[in-house]
């Protein structure tokens, strides 16, 4: 791992009207790091992942992508710069099947003539180098797939393009207990492949499951970057929350990290 | 969701075709699965086409003559080519109601650009291809509202629906009927091959399918979609062949021979069309990005597709598709005059493709539906005219067959969706 961040977000600032969802935001993540991005509704998560894959341009800020400032403005500029973004919904196409989706607008093909061989194996190959098993057939349509699955292969697709940073915008929040173990198990696979890895969710325990570092938003602002190791979900919902002493049912105040 | 889903690692159980043997004793296993899954695909159609034939070909006698069968070819086969591009609209979850009247145009602009005399006169051919790029610049202007603006595509082809009554209304109040001369024009519709050519176009029309299963089984060795099985496309293949062959044999000799006939070029068209389009929705990047664009648009956008170029492209194949039912129609009476277009022409073709399985809310279906769809409204208002039965009869006939038929497919998705296929 180098010095230099893989992506270096600097003094981001958004403006939606007369509502400031991000102000003067500073954000990182490391190659092969899994960084959660955490915060309250409405603390510009996702308008800050907009930013990031293009679909809204930030009002003022740099954006450094291994070490050079680069302009996005399109799903088109961010997948060729390596980065992937998977969104909670409305990621995949019910009525294709599993290898339709992966190779959506990217479809393998010679004078506009769909190849469909090499579509299915490479979508095999990656489906298994990611030890996603439980999908029975590449063929299948993606309707008839369980929720994990689904995730699992919106994962698998952002993972495919030789991307370098994936995004996931609360993957796991539609998903039940076993199948949020699935798509976690494979964030940190993606994490321990060397992808940079951001990580959005409102469930603490998923968080410190698999993250290296969390980046808390609070009001459209950067109010901390805390060690997933060096810290305890006691204190980062403090930092959601404003400090305000909550205590939230279920969270344990000690260092979830006992290895550190 | 099962409860598997939630307390055991996430694995269903074993899906009943994976437990399915191969060779005859499969092919029958897997279709009598694929009923109760309600996985139908084209079959009730197939059916039910095959029943009125037999209906129609024991109470009218005069069904099977090769005069009717050929007339039968070459009424179905502009509606089919309106269907052709009504599947395409309807992949998107859009609609075009426009296409009755856009038909129109294409006859007017073919008429007109034949007439001889005018200082504008053309090649039949030549103006076949103007009126039709004509008709896909309507339609890619049509689309272009519905896609830059936003403006609802029901809404935008409803004003093309007056717009275009209006312009055939202008052109021939005064004049009535315009005579169209040119043989070319008119061979769309009229020119009957031989009784020795019919035969070696069945037996292509035949090859296609099997050739394109090996081609399948060829390069994409080792993938699942290789896999057909032999006996599967067989059958099909004998289907097809049945089909291809009957209907040559009977446009060549009918029961009733006051004169022999033969395989009519319309009928040689609609194939045609129905193996490009076919082609194009299946085979190529443009025909899936239709599926995906209908089946999800914002997750087509998101995967960088243009949708907006895609509906554009799609509204002009319905103009362009719509043109060339047109020239046929008119080909059919060799004029086109104020009663233009014939009948519900709009609406048969909609019911066409709507028969045919594809789904009003895009992403379903395929153009062999709107083919097969034809074929059966077809069938069914010839031989309700040849038993002589009144308009009325025949529309309330279509109608219910309509609902019938999109009954069963409603009942057949949620069969589908309970067994989880
Ligand atoms: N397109 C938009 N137009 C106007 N305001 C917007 C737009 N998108 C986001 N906002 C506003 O920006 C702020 C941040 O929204 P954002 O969606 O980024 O929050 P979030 O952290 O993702 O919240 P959640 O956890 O609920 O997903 C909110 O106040 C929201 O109302
Ligand atoms: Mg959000």
């Known amino acids: 791992m180098s010095d230099t961040p893989l992506l270096h977000l600097q003094g981001i600032t958004k403006t939606f009207g007369s509502v400031q969802a991000l102000t003067d935001v500073d954000f990182e993540v490391m190659d092969g790091e899994v960084m959660a991005l955490v915060g309250d509704n409405g603390a510009g998560k996702s308008t800050l992942v907009k930013c990031i894959a293009g679909t809204h341009s930030a009002d003022s800020g740099r954006i450094v992508f291994e070490g050079k400032e680069v302009h996005i403005h399109g799903p088109k500029d961010a997948a060729r710069l390596g980065i992937e973004v998977v969104y909670q919904d409305l990621a995949l196409c019910d009525n294709l099947d599993v290898v339709q989706n992966m190779y959506l607008g990217r479809e393998i093909s010679r004078a506009q003539i769909l190849s469909e061989a090499p579509m299915e194996q490479h979508t095999s190959e990656t489906l298994k180098s990611l030890a996603v098993t439980t999908i029975k057939s590449v063929r299948q349509t993606v309707a008839t797939l369980s929720g994990g699955q689904r995730q699992s292969v919106a994962v698998a697709r952002a993972v495919m393009w030789n991307s370098k940073l994936v995004v996931l915008d609360e993957p796991t929040a539609a998903l039940g207990v076993a199948q949020t173990e699935q798509v976690l198990e494979l964030v940190r696979r993606l994490g321990e492949q060397g992808l940079g890895v951001i990580l959005i969710s409102h469930n603490l325990h998923d968080v410190f499951e698999t993250a290296d570092r969390i980046t808390v938003l609070r009001l459209g602002r950067n109010v901390g970057v805390f060690e997933r190791r060096k810290t305890t979900q006691q204190a980062v919902v403090e930092a959601i929350t404003a400090g305000k002493p909550t205590k939230v049912a279920g969270i344990s105040a000690s260092p979830a990290g006992v290895d550190a | ?421």
Request: glycine content about 14%; charged content about 10%.
């Open chain 2, 1 to 421: 969701m099962t409860s598997a889903d939630v307390v055991g690692p996430d694995r269903a159980p074993p899906l009943e075709e994976e437990r399915i043997s191969d060779g005859i004793q499969g092919v029958w296993e897997r279709a009598w699965l694929n009923v109760r899954t309600g996985n139908l695909g084209p079959v009730p159609i197939i059916v039910g086409e095959i029943a009125v034939v037999i209906i129609f070909g024991f109470t009218a006698t005069n069904f099977f003559t090769s005069v009717n069968f050929v007339n039968l070819i070459t009424e179905t086969a502009g509606t089919a080519m309106l269907a052709y591009g009504v599947v395409f609209v309807l992949l998107l979850g859009e609609i075009d109601l426009s296409i009755g009247y856009l038909a129109g145009i294409g006859a007017l602009v073919v008429a007109e650009l034949q007439l001889p005399g005018s200082s504008w006169q053309m090649n039949g051919i030549l103006a076949m291809l103007v009126a039709v790029a004509v008709c896909a610049v309507i339609g890619g202007v049509q689309g272009s509202i519905v896609a830059f603006v936003g403006v609802p595509s029901f809404v935008v082809t409803l004003g093309g629906f007056l717009i275009w009554q209006g312009v055939i209304l202008n052109e021939l109040q005064q004049r009535g009927t315009i005579i169209i001369q040119d043989r070319w024009i008119n061979y769309t519709d009229a020119y009957i091959f031989s009784p020795g050519a019919g035969w070696p176009i069945a037996a292509i029309f035949t090859a296609l399918y099997p050739a394109s299963v090996l081609y399948k089984k060829i390069v994409a060795r080792g993938t699942q979609i290789g896999q057909q099985s032999w006996i599967s496309a067989g059958l099909k293949t004998i289907g097809i062949g049945i089909a291809a062959f009957g209907s040559v044999a009977i446009a060549n000799n009918g029961k009733i021979i006051d004169t022999p006939e033969g395989l009519p070029l319309a009928g040689l068209i609609i194939v045609f069309f129905f193996v490009l389009l076919t082609f194009l929705a299946k085979w190529t990047t443009f025909g899936r990005h239709v599926y995906a664009v209908g089946g999800n648009a914002e997750a087509a956008r998101r995967s960088g597709i243009s949708v907006k170029r895609i509906k554009v492209i799609v509204f002009m194949i319905s103009g362009a598709t719509a043109g060339i039912g047109g020239i046929i129609f008119a080909a059919q009476v060799n004029s086109v005059a104020l009663t233009f277009p014939p009948g519900n022409l709009l609406l048969n073709a909609i019911a066409s493709a709507v028969i045919g399985g594809v789904s009003l809310f895009g992403g379903r279906g395929e153009v062999r539906g709107a083919l097969l769809g034809a074929v059966l409204i077809g069938t069914l208002q010839n031989g309700l005219n040849t038993l002589s039965i009144s308009n009325g009869w025949i529309y309330i006939v279509t109608g219910l067959v309509l609902l019938g038929a999109v009954t069963l497919d409603t009942v057949a998705v949620r069969l589908q969706a309970r067994s989880g296929r």
